[in-house]
């Protein structure tokens, strides 16, 4: 079945650092991919999304890249600030059923000025 | 505006009880959603509903019975509380019940169950 994997947490960064964060996906068809972030307290919300193959998503400094070659899907982001500090979810479209999003398990990053 | 809320924000009760969570949605969506994050922020969807029909029920106790009286709203009503339905739940919205489609979540409701 469809699965994503993401790597755990919590990554611990200095303010300015270099984030990556891993995320690998199993999908059969084409899935549409997705990072979303809860910041402390709150609900999720939509960080960027890629609906093809080389797509690069990118909103607020971070970016990610739709590689099918690897099947990844890996968050950067180059210089993270103290409020970067949340959960960061990776997720697809199901395309067997489309109705819904499979999700990674997040992780969690915390940013120390 | 609030776009997605939920009432209450907080819910303490006793095992046993029955309680009921409240979702509304502002942004003229069609889709909602209630999900469940337990400690470890895992993610898990319940139910989703479209135009008021129920298209995801995941595999839920029948103790949870999500109701949609209207396109706008979103209720979950939990029945005879167990210690592991304490959790944080998120109602969401989409326009449109296509997975593609970005969903907006509401602030969650922490549920404690004693």
């Known amino acids: 079945g469809n699965s994503v994997t993401q790597m755990e947490g919590p990554v611990t960064l200095s303010e300015e650092a270099f984030l990556t964060i891993n995320c690998t996906y199993t999908?059969?068809?084409?899935?549409?991919l997705f990072w979303y972030v809860q910041y402390p307290g709150e609900g999720l919300q939509l960080l960027l999304k890629?609906?093809?193959a080389d797509d690069k998503g990118s909103n607020k400094g971070f970016e990610a890249t739709y590689r099918k070659e690897t099947t990844s899907f890996h968050l950067e982001k180059g210089s993270v600030q103290v409020s970067d500090s949340a959960v960061y979810f990776c997720?697809?479209?199901?395309?067997?059923?489309?109705?819904?999003?499979?999700w990674g398990l997040g992780t969690s990053l915390a940013v120390n000025p | 505006d609030t776009a997605v809320s939920q009432t209450p924000k907080y819910l303490v009760t006793q095992m046993g009880n029955d309680k009921s969570i409240k979702c509304e949605q502002n942004l003229g969506h069609d889709t909602m959603y209630w999900y469940k994050q337990d400690s470890k922020k895992f993610l898990k969807i319940m139910f989703s509903y479209n135009n008021k029909e129920l298209i995801i029920n995941e595999t839920v106790p029948n103790r949870f019975s999500p109701k949609s009286p209207d396109k706008a709203h979103l209720n979950l009503h939990i029945n005879s509380l167990e210690l592991g339905d304490s959790a944080v739940y998120f109602c969401?919205?989409?326009?449109?019940?296509?997975?593609?489609?970005?969903?907006?979540f509401g602030p969650g409701t922490r549920l404690t169950v004693l």
């Open positions: 890629a609906t093809k």
């Open positions: 969401a919205s989409s326009q449109g019940a296509s997975g593609y489609n970005e969903q907006f």
């Open positions: 999908a059969t068809g084409y899935p549409s």
């Open positions: 997720a697809l479209s199901d395309a067997g059923n489309n109705r819904k999003l499979i």
